[in-house]
């Protein structure tokens, strides 16, 4: 049986219905490079994948929406009406679709009835692999195909993005939403976040897989230090506008900020600027060695990546860098890095496809080694954005 009709059975049984629901998906995202480039005006290279969130619903005749999830059971059916999607805290993750529901609406969509949803999400919670934007979007496509509202996708992916910000309260950029919105089968796309502008790199791993490695630490510092490092470099910035008629760190190239970095007054924003600097020029680099097939030197550009954000940004720590150092060292590998936000989540890695249990192996044992427990192996196919699943697809 397929994992669709297993999720239809579960709603049928959930919602005490004999309607087949329509069913819908949203993948995650990596980042294959350009990491905390997007709110500092560079680019970023995502690309979605083939774990994700499905959403399954049906229409109601009232005006209740009825939300599940097979990842959160505990919290049971979460219920509210049309004119109750305001936040409200005790309705815990059902406040993501519900976001997307109200600003739908508010964007002039016409959703006069309710719904049954059912979500199921197999992207591990925590990971830093856009597992709230996958719910965001998922719930978008499913509420576009139910009603009819033929929404661009555009604006779509702002009002996810809308949700993280103004709803939930999230300062996060648009990369996640955009990624997950507009992935395509066997592509990464590089993205400029503040033209929105953007080119899919077709991704020809031939012998090679991108293995995606959860450290399974939780992520306690990644939000605290992430508006910490937004200040840094909103700092750093200001310090070079005092000279330079620029309105992003992505402005710059590396030989440019070279000469002029003495201008940032203190030495750590000075490093934070030169990661996202350096990190944007290397992103736009790494589009290059895509589209001319050179898989190895994208490796290289991966490595340096890490590099930058252990030595310049510091937001790797022991876990990251373990998992990232060990991979190095395995000549089967072309290239590891962190991916998100760092302090915890994942990391990924190019490995030669006949030597992935080896990988394991050998990731795993120093790993728990070092850290004192194992991490969690997935392998990333590089998929779809988000879209309705039809029968025999």
Not at 179 to 186: E, F, P, S
């Amino acid at each position: 049986m397929s994992q669709t009709a297993n999720l239809t059975g579960e709603f049928q049984s959930i919602f005490h219905t004999t309607k087949t629901p329509r069913t819908f998906f949203a993948p995650g995202r990596i980042n294959l490079i350009g990491e905390h480039t997007d709110y500092n005006g560079g680019h970023v290279f995502p690309a979605s994948i083939s774990y994700g969130t499905y959403a399954l619903g049906s229409k109601r005749d009232d005006q209740k929406f009825r939300f599940y999830s097979l990842n959160f059971p505990e919290t049971g059916v979460i219920e509210c009406n049309l004119a109750e999607l305001a936040f409200n805290e005790k309705d815990n993750w059902a406040n993501y679709p519900k976001g997307m529901a109200l600003f739908m609406q508010e964007a002039g969509c016409d959703i006069l009835q309710g719904a049954d949803i059912l979500f199921y999400g197999n992207i591990p919670n925590g990971a830093g692999l856009s597992s709230s934007a996958s719910i965001e979007l998922a719930t978008g496509v499913l509420l576009n195909g139910l009603f009819d509202l033929k929404m661009d996708r555009m604006e779509m992916i702002r009002l996810g993005q809308k949700v993280e910000n103004h709803y939930i309260g999230v300062n996060s950029g648009i990369m996640d939403q955009f990624a997950i919105g507009m992935g395509k089968k066997d592509h990464a796309i590089l993205l400029n976040c503040q033209t929105l502008e953007y080119k899919y790199a077709p991704i020809g791993l031939n012998d090679y897989v991108i293995m995606v490695i959860n450290t399974n630490k939780q992520r306690t510092l990644a939000e605290s230090k992430y508006n910490e490092r937004r200040i840094q470099c909103e700092q750093a910035l200001s310090d070079l506008q005092q000279k330079l008629s620029i309105s992003s760190l992505g402005d710059l190239t590396p030989t440019e900020f070279e000469i002029h970095k003495h201008l940032i007054r203190d030495e750590i924003h000075q490093k934070r600027a030169k990661h996202a600097i350096y990190e944007n020029a290397r992103t736009l680099e790494a589009l290059e060695k895509l589209q001319q097939g050179e898989l190895y030197h994208f490796g290289k550009l991966m490595n340096e990546s890490h590099q930058s954000l252990r030595d310049d940004y510091e937001v790797t720590g022991l876990e990251l860098d373990t998992i990232v150092e060990t991979a190095w060292e395995q000549d089967f590998v072309l290239g590891a890095r962190m991916t998100g936000a760092g302090f915890g989540g994942c990391a990924i890695a190019i490995v030669k496809k006949n030597k992935v249990n080896e990988f394991k192996y050998t990731i795993n044992a120093i790993y728990k080694e070092k850290i004192g427990y194992d991490v969690t192996f997935y392998t990333a196919s590089i998929g779809y954005g988000a879209k309705e699943i039809l029968e025999g697809c």
